[in-house]
């Protein structure tokens, strides 16, 4: 919990600075600042959870919070492990690309197809129609918005299992070099004689 507290108020703050620098900054500057600054801080967030990506394996198996030990062990694997997260983070996106349909209330999407955003008055407005979209999407006398809650959770529920366990998969193997040896096969029967 404090390390994903740490993270928020660094991006937080990261992303004041950026604001800050693209509003001193005179035209393009700005915005090629801005876009450095968010660069730079998606970079650093995403080192910093492939560096501590084992610490729940770590400590359910140790029976101690393995911040440290995740640190560690993640040191010398950290592109192969980039690539790793980069694979489950797309079967994730993809994921959530498919049951956004079914998962949205009605209406949410007209707002923001039908919407100006040429002009700061047409993006408030649909702003209000999608939070109000949104809003009724919580009236539990609607059984289609019950529907709608029940296939979010367990969607974001297998999620968070499915990854859970590439996690510790990933973990054993690294920790864990008799896990990660390949099955050897059978030896071949000897010819029996005609």
Same mark, same amino acid.
């Given at each position: +919990? ?51 990506? +084992?610490?729940?394996?770590?400590? $359910?198996?140790?029976?101690? $919070? ?19 997260? $980069? $694979? ?5 996106? #993809? ?21 100006? +955003? ?38 974001? +529920? ?24 390949? #099955? ?11």
């Amino acid at each position: +919990f404090a390390i994903i507290i740490g993270i928020a108020v660094t991006y937080f703050v990261a992303n004041l600075l950026a604001q800050g620098m693209m509003s001193l900054a005179p035209g393009g500057m700005g915005i090629l600042f801005g876009i450095l600054g968010a660069a730079g801080v998606a970079i650093l967030a995403v080192w910093i959870l492939v560096r501590l990506s +084992f610490i729940a394996p770590e400590t $359910i198996a140790k029976r101690r $919070i393995g911040v440290s030990s995740s640190w560690e062990l993640t040191e010398d694997h950290y592109w192969p492990l980039l690539g790793f997260w $980069i $694979i489950w983070a797309i079967i994730a996106q #993809v994921t959530q690309w498919a049951t956004i349909p079914y998962v949205t209330p009605p209406g949410y999407f007209e707002a923001m197809q039908g919407a100006d +955003f040429t002009s700061r008055e047409g993006m408030q407005q649909a702003m209000r129609e999608a939070n109000l979209a949104m809003a009724a999407g919580y009236d539990m006398s609607d059984m289609a918005n019950v529907l709608r809650m029940l296939i979010g959770f367990f969607v974001n +529920f297998l999620g968070s299992i499915v990854i859970a366990i590439a996690g510790a998969v990933s973990w054993k193997i690294m920790t864990d070099p008799d896990f990660a040896e390949p #099955v050897k096969p059978l030896p071949a029967e000897p010819a029996q004689p005609a």
